[in-house]
């Protein structure tokens, strides 16, 4: 079996630049549960082939905004579209089929443990336009050849680490190529260096796929290396956003708080 990573040293690919068009855009997103305002008048755009990453405090509502983001979650009040559809009004058919093309990393990469690698990467190409073993096999290869694991096909998701674990979900959630990714906390409970492998891997699908993603994170390093841009999140409300070398000469403490 190969090794769970091949080291880079300290080469990182670099963020793309993204272009001027608008995959998502929420305006005056609210959301409070039993009374208690989780998130307050949010204001986001994500354009193509960016990176925003948003930070804050745990269980600030940072999760709570991307699962709104494919109505896993309803809102209370704002308007949110992504690729040009406006989430709240669409039926479930429609809304199905934008889920699609939005794909979403949970912490745990949600893997069933009862499939093989294999199992669970066909699992998200049933009732697709990808009906022979041909097609469903060059799709599961070339995804994990993505996250260079080309090697654990049969295995069951008990046989692999944390690190393999996390690219397997990542795998599984770009077979079918989404335009946007929703990665919350990618990095979560990994070594440093598997981390930054995990980090660079995001930007290789940035640049491969010109893929538009935002990034929960508390891993200042992953936040670093994968940022086009940077907002914080306090107390429901975005309070600044910037560069990483932007925000980390900033002089509110709350902000410098992550950067130390």
Do not use: W
């Not at 190969?2 to 609210?30: C, F, R, T, Y």
């Not at 670093?224 to 560069?243: D, H, M, P, Q, S």
């Amino acid at each position: 079996m190969m090794s769970e990573a091949s080291h880079q040293g300290d080469k990182e690919p670099k963020q793309s630049q993204p272009d001027n068009v608008v995959v998502v855009e929420i305006k005056g997103l609210s959301k409070s549960f039993s009374g208690k305002v989780i998130l307050k008048n949010i204001d986001l755009t994500l354009n193509k082939g960016e990176n925003v990453v948003i930070l804050g405090k745990s269980g600030g509502g940072k999760s709570v905004l991307i699962k709104c983001m494919v109505r896993l979650i309803d809102s209370d009040k704002g308007t949110l579209k992504v690729l040009g559809k406006d989430v709240n009004e669409l039926k479930d058919k429609e809304l199905n089929e934008l889920r699609t093309q939005v794909g979403f990393l949970f912490q745990s990469a949600a893997l069933y443990d009862s499939m093989t690698v294999r199992e669970n990467l066909e699992f998200p190409l049933r009732n697709t336009k990808f009906e022979s073993d041909e097609e469903r096999d060059t799709l599961v290869r070339d995804a994990l050849e993505n996250v260079k694991l080309p090697d654990i096909i049969d295995k069951m998701p008990s046989e692999l680490s944390g690190g393999m674990r996390k690219r397997l979900g990542l795998a599984r959630t770009l077979i079918l190529k989404p335009q946007v990714m929703l990665y919350d906390e990618p990095t979560t409970g990994l070594d440093p260096i598997t981390s930054k492998e995990i980090s660079s891997l995001i930007l290789e699908m940035q640049k491969k796929y010109q893929m538009s993603s935002i990034i929960i994170t508390h891993d200042i390093e992953c936040a670093r290396i994968t940022a086009n841009k940077i907002v914080i999140l306090k107390e429901g409300v975005f309070i600044k956003e910037g560069t990483f070398d932007e925000l980390k000469q900033s002089e509110d403490d709350f902000i410098r708080s992550f950067f130390e």
